[in-house]
């Protein structure tokens, strides 16, 4: 009796590994757990071969991702200053507070581009004046840009 089997999982296996990963598991979790749901197959090499294929593609793919998210930075970074108008009180302090979605609708405005609300980085603006938001727009790609709270 083999002391560890060889597999493929085909889906993601919480504490095992993620889809595509070739893992060694003891044979009785392969027979009784893995198999019969499918989770997994028998590593051989056209399943090796296969699961190579898919791994490069998906490297292209995140390849193409960073190049736009890369062409993203430069666009936002050619805009200077975004302007954010809001309702503004005694001592330049402002009703409300700018979100990251006004900030992603002034970047729509300013470049035509469309970015995630959720990767936008702000500091507590509770006043007029000019502040600076991060823009995570891929994994290890991220813009800089100046924001300026002007009174509407």
């Given at each position: 009796m083999p002391k560890r089997v060889q597999l493929v999982l085909n889906q993601d296996v919480y504490k095992l590994g993620r889809s595509g990963?070739?893992?060694d598991v003891a044979p009785g979790y392969a027979r009784n757990y893995l198999l019969p749901k499918k989770?997994?197959?028998h590593a051989t090499?056209?399943?090796l071969k296969q699961v190579e294929r898919r791994r490069e593609l998906e490297r292209q793919r995140?390849?193409?991702l960073q190049q736009q998210a890369?062409?993203?930075k430069a666009a936002l970074e050619k805009v200077e200053t975004l302007t954010i108008a809001k309702q503004a009180g005694e001592a330049d302090?402002?009703?409300g507070t700018v979100t990251a979605q006004d900030v992603a609708d002034a970047i729509q405005q300013?470049?035509?581009l469309e970015v995630d609300r959720r990767g936008i980085t702000i500091p507590d603006i509770g006043k007029l004046g000019t502040y600076t938001a991060e823009i995570k727009l891929f994994s290890d790609v991220t813009a800089?840009?100046?924001i300026q709270v002007v009174p509407s």
């Open positions: 990963d070739l893992v989770l997994a197959t090499a056209g399943i995140q390849l193409e890369q062409e993203q302090a402002i009703f300013a470049t035509g800089k840009v100046n």
